[in-house]
Structures are given as C-alpha cells and as structure tokens.
C-alpha cells in the first residue's frame, strides 16, 4: 500500500513538472487568443453595420430614381405648345411642281403630325423626322435648286440631326427637346415661303435680287468699318 501511494505520489509530481512548459504558453496564449476573439467580435460587428447602411442607402436611392423616373416620365407625356401655326399655301405653280416631289409630300404629312406631338413622341419619331428631311434635301428637284430653297432645307435636316442627337443622350430634360421639336414645323413654313418665291418671280431675278441684297449688306457694311471714330491717342 505504501509503494502504491509513493508511485502515485512520484507520477503527480511527474505530471506537474510536463504540465509547467504548458501552463507558461497558456500565460501568453489565452490573452492572444482573447484579443483575437475581440478583434472578429468588433470585425463582424463593423460588417454587419456597412451592410445594413449599404442596404439603406441602395433603398434610398432606388427610391430616389423612382421619383425622379415617374416626373421624367410625366414631363415627357405633355403635349408640345407650338406657337401660333403658319398657314403656308403654295402657289398653283409651286404646288404642281412639288406634286411629283414625293419626299416634299412625305415631309408635309409628318409636319402635320409633328404639330400634335408629345415630348415623348418627337422623342419616339426623331430618326423617322431625321430620315425624312434627308430625303427632301436629297431629292430636291432642279426647279428649286436655288439658294434660299437649299439653304431652307439644310436648316431642316441640321434641325433633324440636332433632335436625333438629343434624343440619344439619356440626361436630355423634356424641355431641351420641346425646344428644338418647336423649331421644326417652323423651318417648314420658311421652306414653303422659299418655294412660291421661286415662281412669284422668275428664278433669274429672285437670285440676282438676292445677290444685290447681299452686296448691299457688303457695303454696308465696309462703310461703317469706315466711320468706325478712332481708338488710338
């Protein structure tokens, strides 16, 4: 009994002594071990958190984008307030030279609808307008092929051109396009005064009155360069 209790005795003593190394890392250890548990905690913690504001703010701003979809889309669906309509008439003679002209008939039946568009729908037909004024401008018969005719026309496609080109661009307001849409039906009148110019004169002298309008503004304008009163001391 006693040798028992002497081994056991010795075999604690023993078990102490190999316990000692790791008694002194667990010392060190455990705080380690401690602050890193902390630092995960803190971790999961700072996480959690960005993801919820992450989550509100996605929110707000979805709701934002709702709201500001919704008013682009009810300034889009007003009707286009054009100024008071020119009745242009052709006359006999203009009319039945552009009776042929089937781009020119084209053109004035997508003016008339022009005129009783939405913002969304100039929007909707901008290349189809752009496309047709192209064609005027290409198919313009050799009766009309004169200056002020040529120059009316060019205003209508670069008009067209800018329209397409807004319509593209996803920051264009209702009001920008409203504004070029507005000059289009205009452009038009002017093109169809150009055209019964043509024939309330003779082409000859509709262009020679106009070259003499254009020396006239010339000298005109040589001869205040010329009164200008001087600048120097």
């Known amino acids: 009994m006693q040798r028992y209790l002497i081994l056991n005795e010795l075999k604690e003593e023993l078990d102490c002594q190999l316990f000692v190394p790791f008694r002194s890392i667990f010392k060190y250890v455990m705080p380690l071990l401690n602050s890193i548990k902390f630092f995960l905690f803190r971790g999961l913690v700072f996480s959690a958190s960005c993801l919820f504001l992450f989550a509100c703010q996605e929110e707000n701003h979805a709701a934002a984008k709702k709201e500001f979809q919704e008013k682009k889309a009810l300034s889009f669906s007003k009707e286009i307030v054009f100024p008071p309509k020119r009745n242009i008439v052709l006359l006999p003679d203009a009319k039945t030279a552009t ?6 008939i084209t053109a004035q039946a997508e003016i008339t609808k022009f005129e009783n568009f939405t913002v969304q729908e100039a929007v909707n037909n901008a290349r189809t307008t752009n496309q047709i004024m192209t064609e ?7 009766v009309f092929q004169v200056k002020p005719v040529l120059a009316r026309l060019n205003v209508l496609v670069t008009l067209s051109k800018v329209l397409l080109q807004k319509t593209s661009d996803p920051n264009t307001t209702a009001k ?9 039906p205009a452009a038009f009148a002017h ?12 082409i000859a002298e509709f262009e020679l009155e106009l070259d003499q309008k254009a020396d006239s503004l010339e000298m005109q304008k040589s001869k205040d360069t010329l009164f200008l009163p001087s600048t120097s001391n």
């Open 136 to 142: 005027l401008q290409k198919t313009v018969p050799s």
């Open 176 to 184: 920008e396009i409203e504004k070029t849409a507005k000059k289009i």
């Open 99 to 104: 009776s042929k002209w089937l781009a020119f």
């Open 191 to 202: 093109l169809k005064i150009q055209l019964n110019e043509v024939f309330r004169k003779g």
